[in-house]
């Protein structure tokens, strides 16, 4: 590593010397090579293109790297941390007033920013791309955070994101990094050729996902019983700040009363997506504050854990299945990143099974209720806003709105609004999503085979879960399944 990528390593960062992994991908982007990453949680990932943005700045006298990140708690958590260390950053997203927005944007085309955190859906405002083209240095690096999200073939499809490509070209093809702890072959192979790559020009840099420290195990369970005791005893066994992670909403409530009644020395505390966001905020931030000597046990749906940033975690429990591999693998990748031992127990109970087939269903809309959906919406509120409730009752019945398939109706709109059909009329972080109609539905837009090659791929992920459970050996069937 030159000097003065040290001394920046120093001064802006206060560390001396990367680890050997974090080294081998500075030296290629600094190079000018581009880079896949697939690391574990918590394995410096980050610094692998913060540090290159700032050399590259220093060398060229100007320039600002474009981080694009799917979640927005993700890259706050990210640029407050840069500026706590002094490095002028900042992000661009929805949470913003226009007039916040157009003053970040500013700064952003003088050239005063060293990096950009932006969500990719940013690409498509004209007001944005006329700000980080008229940068003074260009763009001279891309990172593209949780790059799985650009994938058809991966567990968390970002639509956006497919047009990274392209967007790459509006910015001159700069240097480009793509970053992620989770990637099957396919999904590695789906990343680079959507960003306009073959394996030669952005080869693998990747970390075995199995950590020494953390021991994974597997415990068929029966009933409510077997789970709280088994929950009680992992606690009991592993002091220090734990997570438990449950699938549905109404079990995580259920749950947090029988658990605060077994776990007397514990404080137990919930998170779930329907919280208010001051709600949320409060509970994240006295989980991350949270001492070892406070027994914290946080009972969390999977809306709780991309991005947070507490490395001694001792233990995490999932009371129920989760939907894939690559969500156990993230899940348990937040415990023991301190490197001291920590416990992860996955309590497997079949009737759980039918909880994800649920979700499978419900987020594969058939193309008839897509269209349906559509229809209501161009046919009823296209001048005014309107949620997900008023539409359950116009596409499906008053008696049968808030069953299974008013849940299907709610997946249905989150697709159109993938599409552009309809938008977000409301903030992200607000519980309830509003939306408003954008356009018509077009024909083209709804291929029945798509829909079902999807419904397949998540049933087989599904699959692949229940062969986890069954597995003698966890650690080297995670290993096998990313082929890493």
Same mark, same amino acid.
């Not at 404080?267 to 966001?277: F, K, Q």
């Given at each position: 590593m030159a000097g003065h990528t040290e001394q920046i390593l120093t001064s802006r960062f206060g560390l001396e010397a990367l680890r050997p992994l974090q080294a081998e991908i500075v030296e290629r982007v600094l190079g000018?090579?581009?880079?896949?990453?697939? +690391?574990?949680?918590?394995?410096?990932?980050?610094?692998?293109?913060?540090?290159?943005?700032?050399? *590259?700045?220093?060398?060229?006298? %100007?320039?600002?790297t474009l981080v694009l990140s799917p979640l927005i708690a993700l890259m706050e958590d990210q640029v407050s941390a840069l500026r706590a260390r002094g490095i002028n950053a900042t992000y661009i997203n929805s949470t913003l007033s226009k007039n916040e927005r157009e003053k970040r944007?500013?700064?952003?085309?003088? %050239?005063?920013? *060293?990096?950009?955190?932006?969500?990719? *859906? &940013?690409m498509d405002k004209p007001e944005f791309v006329q700000a980080i083209t008229a940068c003074p240095g260009g763009v001279p690096l891309l990172a593209v955070d949780e790059c799985h999200c650009v994938s058809k073939w991966g567990h968390d499809l970002r639509p956006a994101y497919r047009r990274v490509g392209a967007f790459r070209a509006v910015l001159g093809n700069p240097t480009t990094i793509a970053l992620t702890a989770t990637a099957t072959r396919a999904v590695r192979e789906d990343v680079r050729a959507v960003l306009g790559f073959d394996e030669s020009e952005m080869p693998l840099f990747s970390a075995p996902v199995e950590r020494p420290n953390l021991e994974l195990n597997c415990t068929p369970v029966w009933d409510d019983d077997e789970k709280v005791r088994a929950i009680g005893e992992l606690a009991g066994g592993m002091p220090g700040t734990g997570i438990v992670y449950f699938a549905l909403i109404k079990d995580l409530e259920r749950y947090v009363d029988r658990l605060r009644r077994e776990l007397t020395?514990? &404080?137990?505390? +919930?998170?779930?997506?329907?919280?208010?966001?001051? &709600?949320?905020?409060?509970?994240?931030?006295d989980f991350v504050r949270a001492e070892p000597g406070e027994g914290l046990v946080l009972c969390a749906t999977n809306a709780f854990g991309m991005g947070v940033d507490k490395p001694d975690i001792r233990f995490i429990a999932h009371a129920q299945v989760p939907a894939s591999v690559e969500a156990y693998h993230q899940e348990v990748g937040r415990a023991g990143r301190d490197g001291d031992t920590a416990r992860c127990e996955l309590l497997y109970s079949q009737d759980d099974l039918a909880i994800q087939q649920d979700f499978t269903r419900w987020q594969n809309p058939t193309p008839d209720l897509l269209v349906q959906v559509a229809t209501a919406v161009e046919r009823n509120h296209a001048r005014k806003e309107f949620d997900a409730d008023e539409l359950r009752v116009e596409v499906i019945g008053k008696g049968h709105a808030f069953g299974q398939g008013g849940q299907t109706v709610e997946y249905a709109l989150i697709t159109l609004a993938e599409l552009g059909v309809v938008a977000r009329a409301n903030f992200q972080d607000q519980p309830l999503m509003t939306y408003r109609f954008v356009r018509p539905l077009e024909d083209v837009e709804v291929d029945a085979e798509e829909m079902e090659l999807k419904r397949q791929r998540d049933l087989h992920r599904l699959l692949d879960v229940v062969k986890l459970t069954q597995s003698e050996d966890i650690k080297a069937y995670v290993n096998a399944y990313f082929e890493l």
């Open positions: 000018g090579g581009h880079a896949l990453v697939v +690391m574990p949680t918590g394995s410096g990932k980050s610094l692998c293109f913060q540090l290159p943005a700032l050399v *590259e700045r220093a060398k060229r006298g %100007g320039g600002t944007q500013a700064m952003l085309a003088s %050239g005063e920013l *060293e990096l950009i955190y932006a969500t990719p *859906e &940013r020395d514990r &404080r137990v505390s +919930m998170y779930h997506g329907r919280l208010d966001p001051q &709600r949320k905020k409060k509970v994240y931030d």
